[in-house]
């Protein structure tokens, strides 16, 4: 009989949905900076723990997600900033390495690739590192800061991706594209 008890609550446990709280009062701004009711949390330790529970949802949107409770939250453009990169080798032998604002490492490869996406109105390129899958189609990403990316750039070299001549960067076995080449570069 007890037996029987232990294991209908194990049930219940494991068949327990987070209960949906709606909207949650959090942003993350463009900067990495997480806000709490229009207030920044300085806390890094707790920023990386609401970190864990990130959560893409299936439409795109965010949520953080405990066993318990679930919520949408508001981002800007990605949750992370990739802050800092290490590198070793060269060719396609390169292992490029990213740190996160919640200092999560991220090594780029197939598995982690990187992307860039242009501005609409300024063409101006801004770099993207997957951080992990989300529920649907849309990864958790982190943006390539600016200093980090120009020290991206500084490793690149030619390239054919689809064709089309470009500058990238290797890392892992994988090529990731930078952008095109001008007409009569690279030949």
């Known amino acids: 009989m007890i037996e029987g008890k232990k294991q209908d609550c ?15 009062p959090f942003l993350i701004r463009r900067d990495g900076t997480w806000m709490y009711r229009g207030s920044p949390i300085t806390r890094k330790p707790m920023v990386c723990l609401f970190s864990t529970v990130l959560k893409r949802e299936e439409d ?11 919520g949408r939250i508001e981002v800007e453009d990605v949750p992370f900033v990739a802050v800092e990169m290490e590198w070793a080798g060269h060719g396609s032998q390169q292992v490029l390495t990213f740190r996160t604002n919640v200092d999560q490492c991220i ?12 501005d609409l109105l300024s063409c101006e390129p801004t770099p993207y590192l997957h951080v992990r899958d989300g529920k649907g189609q849309f990864p958790i990403e982190a943006r390539i800061c600016r200093a980090t990316y120009y020290e991206l750039v500084a ?8 064709g089309r001549n470009v500058m990238g960067v290797w890392s892992c076995g994988a090529f990731f594209s930078l952008g095109d080449l001008p007409q009569g570069c690279g030949k």
């Not at 194990?10 to 949650?24: F, K, N, T, Y």
């Open 10 to 24: 194990a049930r219940s446990r494991l068949e327990r949905v987070a209960a949906d709280c709606g909207d949650l």
């Open 60 to 70: 795109g949107g965010y949520s953080l997600e405990t066993p318990v409770e679930r």
């Open 107 to 118: 090594t780029a490869g197939p598995e982690h690739p990187i992307r860039i996406r242009h």
């Open 155 to 162: 490793l690149a070299e030619p390239g054919m991706v689809r």
